[in-house]
């Protein structure tokens, strides 16, 4: 596997969030300053610049089916875009605190519903209609959302546990408490897992179906990045200079010996391709690795960058890898054998 430059922009910031286009024919990215920009895929030509957020932008969502695109920033506001005539199309205002959440429910579920945080609040939007329902504050802070992937409800995480509400009826499936800050929540592709990065430092997973949960603690640091493979088998994880890469299969991973996918700098960045299986890690002296799970040796693709990877996502069609850094450069990556 080769890894070359497709193409690279400077933005006017950090680059603190990106995403791909549904097609995979743009990719979104939003900088600490607040400004949000489209960029072709073929050949980075910039799209209809949006203005964005003037305090600040933190968050960007694509819906699934491409026709809006979704921005949260400190001003409070969680704004939609049209992003073929780059318009400002609507907004919903949570009156201050800082949106720093968003998710889209999957594809494939009813209507297209947006999950957005801010402070202690969460809402379901929708971007035509506005307002779909506001629930109760949470106990602190929300510090993660994730939707199951079959679209039946929301994981919202924050200090002191894990809340599932239902997508559809708006009540609580389950509540899973937990003692200690959650950094990052995923679910498996197969919904069968869900995983929360945490600060003690520790990664927990629970099985919903089955009312089990498991934890894996010993890490070196915060593990605050969590990626799945296609079929739900690997988990990587950050928390220290090593990936770490759990087998999830059957009984799950507690007990088990991860494979240790090292570093000479902490891990800031992991991310399986969306429809193969090579895993993305970066670590913090700017340095990109590509793994196969199958091998305990990087691939050839090794790649150095000037500073580390904030944001990092892969193309729709895994032929591309987005990567944002603390420098404000937006990098393309091209994928190729």
Same mark, same amino acid.
């Given at each position: 596997?080769?890894?070359?430059?497709?193409?690279?922009?400077?933005?006017?910031?950090?680059?603190?969030?990106?995403?791909?286009?549904?097609?995979?024919?743009?990719?979104?990215?939003?900088?600490?300053?607040?400004?949000?920009?489209?960029?072709?895929?073929?050949?980075?030509?910039?799209?209809?610049?949006?203005?964005?957020?003037?305090?600040?932008?933190?968050?960007?969502?694509?819906?699934?089916?491409g026709k809006a695109l979704a921005s949260g920033g400190q001003d409070g506001k969680?704004?939609?875009? &049209?992003?073929?005539?780059?318009?400002?199309?609507?907004?919903?205002?949570?009156?201050?605190?800082?949106?720093?959440?968003?998710?889209?429910?999957?594809?494939?579920?009813?209507?297209?519903?947006?999950?957005?945080?801010?402070?202690?609040?969460?809402?379901?939007?929708?971007?035509?209609?506005?307002?779909?329902? %506001? @629930?109760? &504050?949470?106990?602190?802070?929300?510090?993660?959302?994730?939707?199951?992937?079959?679209?039946?409800?929301?994981?919202?995480?924050? @200090?002191?546990?894990?809340?599932?509400?239902?997508?559809?009826?708006?009540?609580?499936?389950?509540?899973?408490?937990?003692?200690?800050?959650?950094?990052?929540?995923?679910?498996?592709?197969?919904?069968?897992?869900?995983?929360?990065?945490?600060?003690?430092?520790?990664?927990?997973?629970?099985?919903?179906?089955?009312?089990?949960?498991?934890?894996?603690?010993?890490?070196?640091?915060?593990?605050?990045?969590?990626?799945?493979?296609?079929?739900?088998?690997w988990l990587a994880t950050s928390g220290g200079r090593d990936a770490c890469l759990?087998?999830?299969?059957?009984?799950?991973?507690?007990?088990?010996?991860?494979?240790?996918?090292?570093?000479?700098?902490?891990?800031?960045?992991?991310? @399986?391709?969306r429809q193969h299986a090579l895993l993305a890690t970066g670590s913090d002296d700017?340095?990109?690795?590509?793994?196969?799970?199958?091998?305990?040796?990087?691939?050839? %693709?090794?790649?150095?960058?000037?500073?580390?990877? %904030?944001?990092? %996502?892969?193309?729709?069609?895994?032929?591309?890898?987005?990567?944002?850094?603390?420098?404000?450069?937006?990098?393309?990556?091209?994928?190729?054998?």
């Amino acid at each position: 596997m080769q890894l070359t430059k497709h193409w690279a922009t400077q933005l006017d910031d950090y680059v603190i969030d990106l995403d791909w286009s549904p097609d995979g024919s743009q990719v979104a990215a939003a900088s600490a300053a607040g400004s949000v920009q489209l960029f072709a895929t073929a050949d980075g030509a910039k799209g209809a610049p949006l203005s964005g957020h003037d305090d600040g932008a933190n968050a960007l969502a694509w819906r699934p089916d491409g026709k809006a695109l979704a921005s949260g920033g400190q001003d409070g506001k969680v704004k939609f875009w &049209d992003p073929i005539a780059g318009q400002h199309t609507g907004s919903y205002d949570f009156g201050g605190a800082w949106v720093e959440h968003l998710a889209w429910r999957p594809a494939g579920a009813s209507k297209p519903v947006l999950a957005a945080s801010a402070g202690k609040k969460l809402a379901f939007i929708d971007a035509d209609a506005g307002l779909v329902h %506001a @629930f109760r &504050d949470a106990p602190k802070t929300l510090s993660a959302l994730a939707w199951q992937p079959a679209g039946g409800c929301l994981a919202a995480a924050y @200090f002191g546990g894990v809340c599932l509400w239902d997508a559809d009826d708006f009540v609580v499936q389950k509540e899973f408490p937990y003692a200690n800050g959650i950094h990052a929540l995923v679910w498996s592709p197969d919904n069968r897992w869900l995983v929360s990065g945490n600060q003690d430092p520790s990664v927990h997973l629970w099985l919903p179906a089955e009312d089990q949960e498991f934890h894996m603690s010993g890490y070196e640091g915060k593990v605050r990045h969590l990626s799945f493979d296609r079929a739900g088998r690997w988990l990587a994880t950050s928390g220290g200079r090593d990936a770490c890469l759990w087998d999830c299969e059957g009984a799950g991973p507690e007990g088990r010996e991860p494979q240790m996918y090292p570093h000479d700098a902490p891990v800031c960045a992991v991310a @399986f391709q969306r429809q193969h299986a090579l895993l993305a890690t970066g670590s913090d002296d700017g340095v990109l690795m590509l793994w196969s799970p199958e091998r305990k040796q990087p691939l050839r %693709a090794t790649v150095r960058m000037p500073s580390a990877a %904030a944001r990092m %996502a892969w193309s729709p069609d895994d032929r591309y890898l987005a990567i944002g850094t603390a420098q404000g450069i937006l990098y393309v990556l091209n994928c190729t054998e």
